[in-house]
């Protein structure tokens, strides 16, 4: 059964940093993407952020480029969510959530296992 556990959300100043990290069990992810998805409240749920699980491509939702970084660990079955110069509208649910490689990258459609969530507050 596969399980996606995020961690490393929590309350930050406008400005500050956060790394959060999703880890996937449960399977062989050779050919699965990874994605970062975030829910304001009262909004919609959006895409923030993807990359593959052996190629390394990686693309960004315009709100976050330049600002967030995803990255992975192979060996550890985790991938990474670097968050630099956070803003208030930042604030959010952050989920990770694992689609087939190939797929559409922003589509939430495309992913077939979601996490929890993890809360990330930026206070101004």
């Known amino acids: 059964q596969v399980q996606l556990v995020e961690s490393g959300g929590g309350l930050v100043q406008a400005g500050g940093s956060l790394r959060l990290s999703c880890a996937a069990s449960?399977?062989?992810?050779?050919?699965?993407?990874m994605g970062w998805f975030r829910q304001a409240p009262g909004k919609e749920r959006e895409f923030v952020a993807t990359i593959t699980w052996s190629g390394g491509y990686t693309y960004y939702a315009d709100s976050v480029k330049g600002r967030f970084t995803i990255s992975r660990e192979n060996a550890k079955n985790t991938v990474y969510l670097q968050m630099n110069s956070l803003k208030p509208e930042d604030t959010a649910v952050f989920f990770c959530?694992?689609?087939?490689?190939?797929?559409?990258?922003?589509?939430?459609?495309?992913?077939?296992?979601w996490g929890q969530g993890t809360q990330v507050t930026v206070s101004s």
């Open positions: 959530a694992l689609r087939p490689s190939g797929s559409s990258p922003i589509n939430m459609k495309s992913y077939d296992y």
């Open positions: 449960g399977r062989s992810f050779s050919n699965y993407a």
